[in-house]
């Protein structure tokens, strides 16, 4: 059994930051062919020009709102032009905003859940005919452990990260005699402008310095009080990507220094 991404057609969404660019990174160093997708093309080109140079594969930004139907058709129809077709997608574009449910903004929910799940439905749709013609292909949603337990203040975040491994079993289910594959990560935290911003929210939110946000509310339930790494939630979306059969399809993995054990 070999593990191999070389030469694939790989679309990672919000990969001008964060864990999406460690991904992107990660894939392109397997010999692929990477689809920096991100809200600006200026950022995307960056990213994208920065891993080309490092290869061994190559990688293109494409703008994309991942909430909106024509961007995302646009954008996966210019990767296939690009690249020949579509192997991997990796929907990870995401971003937090924590408010108790009564004061939670109702704007503010509806986008949240728009970035995660209209943006995992509408990638995983306009995708999945491309990977039926390739024979088979790989979705990743970036969940969350807020996919499998709560926390205060984020109640939009964490339906939303429950919401991917609906959203992924049923791919698994329909893309099984394709050889479609779906599956979910769920990491721990990991220090990325997504989590930095959170830590004075949270401390504002909650009465408590930033030192107990971080050790408390964030690395509290580790084994080892340390946060994951980009690094790490890359390598287990490489496994998942480049596994060359459906014996893992539907799976959610916590990548989370032990942060619940289910
Ligand atoms: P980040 O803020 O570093 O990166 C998120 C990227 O998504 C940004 O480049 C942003 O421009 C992009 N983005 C936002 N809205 C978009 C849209 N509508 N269309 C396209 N791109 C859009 O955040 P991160 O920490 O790398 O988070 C990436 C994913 O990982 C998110 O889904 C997040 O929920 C998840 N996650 C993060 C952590 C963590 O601790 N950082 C833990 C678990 C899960």
Do not use: K
């Given at each position: 059994?070999?593990?191999n991404l070389k030469d694939k057609s790989c679309i990672v969404t919000g990969a001008a930051s964060g864990i999406g660019r460690a991904i992107a990174?990660?894939?392109v160093r397997a010999g692929a062919s990477v689809a920096i997708a991100d809200l600006r093309q200026d950022a995307a080109d960056a990213v994208a020009a920065e891993l080309t140079a490092k290869g061994p594969g190559r990688a293109i930004g494409v703008a994309m709102d991942v909430t909106d139907e024509d961007q995302?058709?646009?954008?996966?129809a210019r990767v296939v032009a690009a690249f020949g077709g579509v192997d991997v997608l990796v929907?990870?574009?995401?971003?937090?905003?924590?408010h108790p449910v009564e004061e939670f903004p109702f704007a503010d929910w509806k986008k949240l859940l728009a970035i995660h799940l209209d943006g995992a439905f509408l990638t995983s749709k306009t995708c999945i005919p491309h990977m039926k013609a390739r024979g088979g292909g790989s979705i990743i949603f970036m969940g969350s452990v807020h996919s499998r337990e709560a926390s205060p203040l984020k109640s939009a975040y964490v339906t939303a990260k429950h919401g991917l491994l609906g959203l992924a079993r049923v791919i698994a289910k329909e893309g099984g005699a394709y050889g479609i594959r779906a599956n979910v990560i769920c990491p721990g935290f990991v220090r990325t402008p997504l989590v930095e911003k959170q830590i004075p929210e949270q401390a504002?939110?909650?009465?408590?310095?930033?030192?107990?946000?971080i050790e408390r509310i964030m690395l509290g339930e580790t084994v080892d009080k340390e946060f994951t790494t980009v690094e790490d939630v890359?390598?287990?979306a490489f496994v998942f990507a480049a596994f060359p059969t459906n014996a893992l399809t539907g799976q959610a993995l916590?990548?989370?220094?032990?942060?619940?054990?289910?």
């Open positions: 059994m070999t593990m990174e990660r894939y995302v058709n646009a954008g996966v929907s990870n574009a995401g971003i937090q905003i924590v504002a939110e909650l009465g408590i310095s930033e030192q107990e946000v890359a390598e287990v916590n990548v989370s220094h032990g942060w619940n054990m289910a």
